[in-house]
């Protein structure tokens, strides 16, 4: 019972990708879902979360650049990410829990240990 993220490669500055966050053993349409992400060498970060009544959180060093979304139907979140940089490099995760803006934004503060169904990664490269 997890949260299975992918989508992720290389891509230049400036380039977009879209990431996928599917459901296994469970059905999405009551869970809500976030995007974490955790560079090399640094600690885990909030990048964006979607509830199940469609509350949409984003983090302040992604907000404007990124698209969350939900497909119940296909048991499925998104994350369209645009304008790329180098610092977006990171391994992205997703995983059900609370879709509260200061969870997101300080997730080391506030967010640890509040999150579950964590599945593996999707490593996301931006080159310069």
């Known amino acids: 019972v997890q949260l299975q993220a992918s989508g992720g490669g290389l891509v230049h500055a400036g380039g977009s990708l879209s990431l996928s966050c599917v459901a296994s053993?469970?059905?999405?349409?009551?869970?809500?879902v976030a995007w974490f992400r955790q560079a090399p060498g640094k600690e885990r970060e909030g990048v964006s979360c979607i509830s199940t009544s469609g509350t949409i959180r984003y983090a302040d060093s992604v907000k404007g650049r990124v698209t969350i979304s939900r497909d119940n139907a296909k048991n499925t979140v998104y994350l369209q990410m645009n304008s790329l940089k180098p610092e977006d490099t990171a391994v992205y995760y997703c995983?059900?829990?609370?879709?509260?803006?200061?969870?997101?934004?300080?997730?080391?503060?506030?967010?640890?240990?509040?999150?579950?169904?964590w599945g593996p990664g999707t490593l996301v490269t931006v080159s310069s």
């Open positions: 053993g469970f059905t999405l349409e009551w869970t809500n």
């Open positions: 995983a059900s829990g609370p879709c509260i803006g200061p969870l997101i934004n300080q997730y080391n503060s506030y967010g640890k240990g509040k999150y579950n169904r």
